[in-house]
């Protein structure tokens, strides 16, 4: 019979008959190192948005002071210097809720064409098969690849010269409509669908613009709200094809009337710094919103679902 040693405590807690061997509390050490890691992770996410918010307060701030202070105090004003007469100037010489009214038709006409051309040559070159559907696909891409400041001759004599839309919402749309970027994303969503689901539909009777509307429109809700923000950021800052093909003032977006205003009458307001950023804070408002609007939609849905394939 083996004899078992056992290892005794007394009172004062020394150990007896034995060596006791002191472990530390794993488990412990562990959840307070993920307690720190999460802490520090809180902390650089805080630090970032921070940095990046910074701008958007510094503007906004700039817009209501009554006296410009580009100074790193200017960032913390006193209550009694924030003033909204910057606003009232730069609405004074620019129509700012026309503007905003254009570059709403503006944006909003370019983003239902896309939306529309987007999901019948993304199923198309997704679920089609036809002779040169590879070529047209590269051809597609190929286009990624081209500035538009290299289109923009041509197109400004075939748009304006040939079929006389200058000064029109149809003019500033046109060659926007086609976004390769937002075909490529329908594309890539449509092929990541099971195929059985369309060749069901198919042995049903449905043509391929049934399936299009009734099978594939309604699952592609992610890829949808992939391409709205991916065309709205593009016509709304955009500035360049506005200014050449609008000359009257009524016509143009925000953003060309904001220029327009800070080459030829700022110089003369009263402010003309927190006038500007007053302009800019009107063109950046729509932006936000839109994000706030949608931010729920990114957390119930995955987004890059519209990227597999």
């Known amino acids: 019979m083996s004899a078992t ?65 580009p100074t790193v105090s200017g960032a913390f004003p006193d209550p009694s210097n924030l003033t909204l007469a910057n606003l009232e100037a730069i609405n004074g010489r620019v129509d700012l809720l026309g503007s905003l009214l254009n570059s709403a038709i503006f944006t909003g006409g370019v983003i239902l064409l896309t939306l529309v051309l987007g999901l019948l040559a993304g199923y198309s070159l997704a679920r089609l098969e036809f002779r040169g559907r590879a070529l047209v696909f590269g051809g597609m ?14 197109l400004y004599v075939m748009i304006v010269r040939t079929y006389g839309l200058a000064d029109t919402y149809l003019g500033m749309i046109v060659p926007f409509a086609v976004n390769a970027t937002a075909v490529f994303i329908f594309r890539q969503f449509f092929r990541s669908l099971p195929a059985e689901l369309f060749d069901a539909a198919r042995i049903d009777g449905a043509s391929e613009l049934q399936i299009l509307m009734r099978v594939a429109i309604p699952m592609s809700k992610p890829a949808i709200l992939t391409a709205v923000l991916v065309s709205f950021i593009g016509p709304w800052n955009e500035f360049l094809w506005p200014f050449l093909i609008t000359k009257e003032a009524a016509m143009q977006p925000l953003a060309v009337s904001l220029a327009n205003y800070i080459t030829t009458v700022a110089a003369s307001a009263a402010n003309p710094f927190g006038a500007i950023l007053a302009g800019a804070t009107v063109l950046a408002i729509p932006a936000v919103v839109i994000f706030l609007a949608f931010q729920r939609y990114f957390l119930q849905t995955d987004i890059g679902a519209s990227l597999k394939g």
């Open 5 to 69: 040693s056992v290892n005794r405590s007394d009172p004062s807690g020394e150990t007896v008959g034995g060596t006791a061997a002191t472990t530390p509390n794993a488990p412990s050490a562990t959840r307070e190192g993920s307690r720190l890691r999460r802490v520090a992770g809180f902390l650089a996410l805080l630090a970032g948005a921070i940095v990046f918010l910074f701008p958007f307060y510094y503007m906004i701030v700039g817009a209501m002071q009554r006296e410009p202070d």
């Open 141 to 154: 891409l190929l286009t990624l690849i081209l500035p538009f400041q290299l289109l923009l001759i041509p």
